[in-house]
């Protein structure tokens, strides 16, 4: 092993988790205006899920190998020329855009650092890998939505990550909460 690669989750064709392993690619370097984040966890959700499966092909395309991982928690270990807002060691969680793909189930990825946010103190990095799916969930509720108490929720895909963070949103917001999951 060698500082110019490093460990991902690679498929190299669609299907279910088996096809999954642990295989080396480039490590990347930050370009300028990008972030070099050292990734500590990361979650599973549906993109994944439909990426790994096939589903989302017209997106992912057809070439192997194939990384996944949408968001994830880390520290930043590298600046790129003119990147401004986070330091060094910056505890950071975030969500790789459509521009970049799939690929946070790495060892490092780079990131515009407006992608970012900080981890709040007194969290740690695994526990922050949830984040991106509730702040989802609660910008949906309470910015789109504007959910107040007492009123009726129905969550489809209530069994999800996103959805099973409505839920709990939801009847926390005292919202009559239905939950609807396949």
Not at 2 to 12: C, G, H, K, Q
Not at 44 to 56: C, E, H, I, K, P
Not at 88 to 93: I, K, L
Not at 111 to 126: F, M, N, T
Request: charged letters at 25%; a positive charge.
């Amino acid at each position: 092993m060698d500082d110019r690669t490093m460990r991902a989750v690679l498929f190299d064709r669609f299907g279910g988790p088996e096809v999954l392993y642990v295989g080396r690619v480039q490590r990347p370097r930050p370009a300028p205006g990008e972030v070099l984040v050292r990734v500590r966890a990361f979650s599973v959700n549906g993109g994944d899920l439909a990426a790994r499966s096939g589903r989302a092909r017209l997106l992912t395309g057809r070439s192997f190998p194939q990384r996944i991982g949408l968001d994830f928690t880390g520290e930043v270990a590298a600046l790129g020329t003119g990147a401004t807002g986070v330091a060094v060691g910056d505890r950071v969680w975030g969500v790789v855009g459509r521009v970049s793909g799939f690929g946070s189930a790495a060892e490092y990825l780079t990131i515009r650092p407006e992608r970012l946010g900080r981890i709040p103190d007194g969290l740690d990095l695994v526990s922050a890998a949830a984040l991106p799916v509730a702040t989802t969930a609660m910008t949906a509720l309470r910015d789109k939505a504007a959910l107040r108490p007492g009123e009726r929720l129905l969550v489809r895909g209530a069994a999800g990550g996103v959805g099973n963070a409505a839920v709990q949103l939801g009847q926390a917001d005292g919202a009559e909460v239905t939950a609807l999951a396949r």
